[in-house]
């Protein structure tokens, strides 16, 4: 697969993690490389994953829509895959797309297996800190309302203002850079291993 980085690559976002339950997991900006990887998840995921992260049936994957999702300005657009350092596999996904100057709708997607560990937090807080660097102040979110692990990381966040229309819940939250940094900070400074920045004797990089 080739993975070489586009021009504007921020490779300050790679970083490794040890999640709560043990595991490392390194976390790195999507490159147009990994469309076919994408693709593949996207087929074999299960229905309710799938159902959670497009609220219905996912869109056909098409040429055009992969490379949509994989190649990126990094600035109004900008998504962290997740993958396991031992096999390569992605296992998590987040992305913002700026819809308005300074307001983006965020989405993140995580395999099952990966789940219940602070994955998904650590990505949308990266995410919020490359978001603000970049302008935007406000994250939206549109999810299932009964999802409650999502409701839970809107909390997490800061809250936001929820309307709920059948079935479905609309957040938006306010990104403060104090909280946002401080959450980075702490994954920055977990015990061994906990939230580094890859260096270039960890053959993690997408082009290495």
């Not at 990887?37 to 497009?54: K, M």
């Not at 401080?182 to 960890?202: I, N, S, W, Y």
Request: aromatic letters at 4%; one cysteine or more; charged letters at 30%.
């Amino acid at each position: 697969m080739d993975r070489s980085v586009p021009p504007a690559y921020p490779r300050e976002y790679e970083r490794e993690l040890r999640l709560s339950d043990g595991r490392l997991v390194r976390l790195r900006p999507i490159v147009p490389g990994d469309a076919a990887q994408l693709a593949d998840a996207i087929r074999t995921a299960d229905a309710d994953t799938l159902h959670r992260r497009f609220i219905g049936s996912p869109p056909p994957l098409t040429p055009e829509l992969l490379r949509h999702l994989c190649e990126l300005d990094y600035g109004r657009r900008f998504a962290l895959v997740a993958t396991d350092p031992v096999t390569g596999r992605g296992v998590a996904i987040a992305r913002y797309e700026a819809t308005t100057d300074e307001v983006a709708e965020v989405a993140v997607a995580v395999d099952p297996g990966w789940r219940r560990a602070g994955l998904a937090t650590a990505l949308i807080e990266l995410l919020a800190e490359a978001a603000l660097d970049r302008g935007i102040a406000t994250f939206s979110a549109c999810y299932l309302a009964g999802n409650r692990p999502v409701a839970s990381l809107v909390d997490r966040l800061g809250g936001g203002r929820r309307i709920i229309k059948e079935g479905l819940a609309e957040a938006l939250v306010g990104l403060d850079r104090v909280r946002v940094e401080a959450a980075v900070h702490e994954l920055e400074e977990r015990p061994e291993g906990r939230g580094r920045a890859l260096t270039a004797a960890d053959a993690a990089g997408p082009d290495r």
